[in-house]
Each structure stands twice: as structure tokens, then as C-alpha cells.
């Protein structure tokens, strides 16, 4: 493949504008012209030769052509896809940070807070952006820690009153 050949598809041309169809018109009536109906009909059978292997190199470089852009659309999407990747790995990476520093943070305070920003939520979160799969396990964790943490955050009632 030369170097002018590269990325040149062939556009959809009419029948006559093709410029090989006009060439072998032009070379046709000249012929046509000057020899007689043998005579160019014999010419016209030593040219069909040479006509099938232009064709044969021309499909082939199509076929190249088509085998280049289809391996550059293959590395597009693989460059796309570690982008997706790796954005998925910033943005967990940074969840986690920032759920674990918000659960130090209120941990003096709030200790059940802490326990939700810290346990099996933080591993969910994390597993949901960075593996990109969610069990069904992972959620019924955190819906049993987020239960336990909101039952432990309630006051306890008012004592019972007095019997007399």
C-alpha cells in the first residue's frame, strides 16, 4: 500500500464519472477508430488480463484499507475502555478516602455513624466502582448494618413507670 493510498476509501461514483469506466471508453472508441471488429475484439480479450489483476490489486487494498480501520476502531475502544477503567478506580479510590475520613470523623460523636460510613457500605461502594459488580450479598450487608447501626442510635424509651 502506498502512501497516497492510505485512508483513500472509494467514494460511491455514478457509472459516468468512474474514471476507469471513462478511461477504458476513451481507449475503447479510439481503438474502435482505427481497428476493425476482429481485430479489436482480439485486442479487447489481451487487455481482460490485465484489467483482472488491476482488479485483484484493488479489492486487496480495500480489504487492507478495511483490516487498518477496523484494528484502529478495535485500539479506540481499548483506549476508551481503560479510560472507564481507570476513572472507575479514581472515583473508588476517592469514595473510600472520603467515607473513611468522614467516619474518623464523626466517630467521637456518633459511633453508629461511623459504623455505616466504615463497614459494609464502604466495601459495596468500593466493590461497585472499582470491580463494577454488585451481590446481592453486598446489599443485604449494608441494609443489615444500616438496622443494627439505626436500632443502636435510638435513645433507649422512658424507664417504666412506677407500680404502686
Same mark, same amino acid.
Given at each position: 500500500?502506498?502512501?497516497?493510498? /492510505?485512508?483513500?476509501?472509494?467514494?460511491?461514483q455514478?457509472?459516468g464519472?468512474?474514471p476507469?469506466?471513462?478511461?477504458?471508453?476513451? +481507449? %475503447?472508441?479510439?481503438?474502435?477508430?482505427?481497428?476493425?471488429?476482429?481485430?479489436? $475484439?482480439v485486442?479487447?480479450?489481451?487487455?481482460?488480463?490485465?484489467?483482472?489483476?488491476?482488479?485483484?490489486?484493488? @479489492?486487496?487494498?480495500?480489504?487492507?484499507?478495511?483490516?487498518?480501520?477496523?484494528?484502529? %476502531?478495535? %485500539?479506540?475502544?481499548?483506549?476508551?475502555?481503560?479510560? /472507564?477503567?481507570?476513572? &472507575?478506580?479514581v472515583?473508588?479510590?476517592?469514595?473510600? +478516602? &472520603? @467515607?473513611?475520613?468522614?467516619?474518623?470523623y464523626?466517630?467521637?460523636?456518633?459511633?453508629?455513624?461511623?459504623?455505616?460510613?466504615?463497614?459494609?457500605?464502604?466495601?459495596?461502594?468500593?466493590? +461497585?466502582?472499582?470491580?463494577?459488580?454488585? $451481590?446481592?450479598? $453486598? @446489599?443485604?450487608?449494608?441494609?443489615?448494618?444500616?438496622?443494627?447501626?439505626?436500632?443502636?442510635?435510638?435513645?433507649?424509651?422512658?424507664?417504666?413507670?412506677?407500680?404502686?
Amino acid at each position: 500500500m502506498t502512501t497516497e493510498d /492510505r485512508g483513500a476509501l472509494p467514494t460511491p461514483q455514478t457509472p459516468g464519472s468512474d474514471p476507469v469506466v471513462s478511461a477504458g471508453m476513451s +481507449i %475503447a472508441a479510439q481503438w474502435g477508430a482505427v481497428l476493425d471488429p476482429q481485430q479489436l $475484439d482480439v485486442a479487447l480479450k489481451a487487455l481482460e488480463p490485465q484489467l483482472r489483476r488491476e482488479h485483484k490489486e484493488r @479489492m486487496f487494498r480495500l480489504e487492507m484499507q478495511q483490516a487498518a480501520a477496523e484494528t484502529e %476502531a478495535r %485500539a479506540q475502544r481499548e483506549v476508551a475502555a481503560h479510560k /472507564r477503567y481507570m476513572a &472507575g478506580l479514581v472515583a473508588g479510590t476517592l469514595v473510600a +478516602i &472520603g @467515607m473513611l475520613g468522614a467516619g474518623v470523623y464523626v466517630a467521637k460523636d456518633s459511633w453508629w455513624l461511623s459504623v455505616l460510613l466504615c463497614g459494609p457500605s464502604l466495601l459495596a461502594l468500593v466493590k +461497585i466502582f472499582v470491580l463494577r459488580r454488585s $451481590d446481592p450479598a $453486598d @446489599m443485604e450487608a449494608v441494609s443489615v448494618a444500616t438496622r443494627r447501626g439505626m436500632n443502636a442510635a435510638q435513645p433507649p424509651g422512658p424507664p417504666p413507670p412506677p407500680v404502686v
